[in-house]
């Protein structure tokens, strides 16, 4: 395997992990991402009557209820407005918009997946959909609402099963002229599927990160380095190169599609990496109201004066709890840093910076797995759950990063794909760190006022959530 500094990290090995946010970023980057999916927010936001509304509408979300100890400013509204004004210029070059975009990105498009494409791709999908109940591949745990039409872990790579050729190249066209040759591909020992994480003091332990059992099978895409047109190269698994063969032409251009997407993602850490907000200092203020505070001989919620008529307290009354926490948080909150209303260093990316030929170091070729998916809801069954939080693949995979077209949304309520990952709280007091965080030893409180993560346990930290319509096409790495 390549060294780490020449691969594209891999989340669960402990790799990489994002820099942690402060609740005002999450909350700057909601907004961005919120503003832009208004119908054409890049021409209205050069608009200032129009700018106005939309930094007052940011101002009055309740988004104590998005993320606890949340506060927006007037300075981060028009921060947002900045950021996307700069945006804006990049989209109307390209089609592309960066969002919930820090030390990696999500990139989504409502202008690649044209209506007549993605009318193009229902049409061409449909013999997939049109089969016989008792053949339909429902996806397991799904409650019959997830309908596999071409899955990699239908017919995979199997250790001491599949055989391979090792002397040729086998195209779409003589794939199956192949069947049945080759040699058995031996399966990897324990040894060989066992990797020791990123050295850490957290990570000591080998970790299982090969299977040992099956593998996804990608399809070969030569990519060409002066046009940059994309060609599929040998079969896709699980689609038929001959019965199957007109839907071939149309995963293609969505892979070519996919490419400056992918590119930039594949160099946004090296190249376009961001932070808002940094702070250095989260340790309590000295206390503003010691003469309200000293009746309850501590800095605490519960110390807030009760308003006029307002009846003793009782431990139940969820909505004092409420009132209690908002003003403390008012009162004792660690000085943060407010937001560059300009954004002068929010956007290092130009659309310049997009390309369109010579992706990922002007290679000749990527690999590519290919899926396939209907969600069907019906009368009886009209809710879908959604997944769980996952990244795609083992180390076998190595994916780097996720493409999604959503070709055909009909009559269902606004959807949404969640992210999250693995952000440093760990490192925060790291004296090698940017931040190097100065905060009192067990101070839980002040680290949750001032970050967008539970200061014990886990360090997932949730980054934000993007809606899935109808003609969108998301683009993000496999580290979210």
Same mark, same amino acid.
């Given at each position: 395997? +390549?060294?780490?500094?020449? !691969? ?22 909601? $907004? ?45 509204? #028009?921060?947002? /407005? ?16 960066? $969002? ?11 202008? /690649?997946?044209?209506?007549?494409? %993605? ?7 449909? +013999? ?8 339909? #591949? ?70 299982? $990160? ?39 032409? /149309? ?11 992918? #590119?930039? /993602? ?6 376009? %990496? ?22 309850? !001989? ?6 807030? +004066? ?28 660690? %000085? ?14 130009? %659309?310049? #910076?997009?390309?369109?030929?010579g992706f990922f170091g002007c290679k000749d070729r990527c690999q590519v797995i290919v899926k396939l998916a209907n969600i069907h809801l019906t009368p009886e069954n009209p809710e879908y759950k959604g997944g769980s939080w996952h990244t795609e693949g083992l180390l076998n995979e190595h994916i780097v990063s996720t493409a999604l077209y959503y070709y055909d949304c009909e009559n269902i309520t606004d959807c949404t794909l969640n992210f999250r990952t693995c952000a440093n709280r760990e490192d925060l007091d790291d004296s090698g760190s ?47």
């Amino acid at each position: 395997m +390549p060294s780490l500094k020449e !691969r594209f990290p891999v989340l669960f090995l402990g790799e990489w992990e994002a820099v942690t946010l402060l609740v005002r970023e999450c909350c700057m980057m909601r $907004v961005v991402n919120e503003l832009s999916d208004k119908p054409q927010w890049w021409l209205k936001v050069k608009d200032d009557s129009i700018a106005a509304k939309w930094k007052s509408e940011a101002l009055t979300i309740d988004w104590a209820s998005y993320i606890e100890n949340a506060h927006f400013t007037p300075s981060m509204a #028009d921060a947002c /407005i900045s950021e996307l004004r700069k945006k804006a210029e990049v989209y109307e070059q390209t089609g592309l918009m960066p $969002v919930y975009d820090y030390c990696t990105a999500v990139i989504k498009s409502d202008s /690649i997946l044209t209506p007549e494409f %993605a009318k193009c791709i229902q049409d061409t999908v449909k +013999p997939l959909e049109d089969v016989p109940s008792n053949c339909k #591949d429902w996806h397991p745990n799904s409650n019959y609402q997830v309908l596999d039409l071409v899955h990699p872990s239908l017919w995979p790579l199997v250790y001491g099963s599949s055989k391979v050729l090792h002397d040729r190249t086998i195209g779409v066209d003589d794939a199956l002229d192949y069947c049945d040759m080759g040699t058995t591909i031996r399966q990897p020992t324990k040894a060989e599927a066992t990797l020791s994480p990123a050295t850490s003091w957290r990570s000591t332990s080998r970790n299982k $990160v090969l299977s040992r059992e099956f593998q996804w099978l990608p399809c070969d895409v030569d990519l060409d380095r002066i046009t940059g047109k994309a060609k599929i190269a040998s079969y896709i698994n699980n689609l038929h190169p001959v019965e199957q063969a007109h839907l071939y032409p /149309i995963i293609e251009k969505l892979i070519e599609k996919s490419l400056p997407a992918w #590119d930039l /993602i594949y160099n946004w850490e090296d190249k376009f %990496a961001i932070q808002r907000l940094v702070t250095s200092n989260v340790q309590k203020p000295v206390c503003p109201c010691p003469e309200i505070c000293g009746r309850r !001989r501590a800095c605490r919620p519960q110390a807030r +004066p009760l308003a006029e008529g307002e009846v003793p307290r009782n431990r139940k009354d969820l909505g004092r709890n409420a009132r209690d926490k908002a003003w403390f948080r008012e009162t004792h909150g660690p %000085a943060l840093p407010d937001a560059d209303p300009e954004a002068k260093d929010y956007v290092k990316f130009a %659309a310049s #910076d997009i390309r369109s030929s010579g992706f990922f170091g002007c290679k000749d070729r990527c690999q590519v797995i290919v899926k396939l998916a209907n969600i069907h809801l019906t009368p009886e069954n009209p809710e879908y759950k959604g997944g769980s939080w996952h990244t795609e693949g083992l180390l076998n995979e190595h994916i780097v990063s996720t493409a999604l077209y959503y070709y055909d949304c009909e009559n269902i309520t606004d959807c949404t794909l969640n992210f999250r990952t693995c952000a440093n709280r760990e490192d925060l007091d790291d004296s090698g760190s940017r931040t190097s965080l100065d905060y009192e030893q067990y101070d839980w409180w002040s680290i949750k006022q001032a970050f967008a993560i539970e200061p014990r346990g886990h360090t997932f930290q949730n980054v934000g959530s993007v809606q899935t319509k109808g003609g969108r096409a998301l683009f993000f790495p496999n580290l979210l």
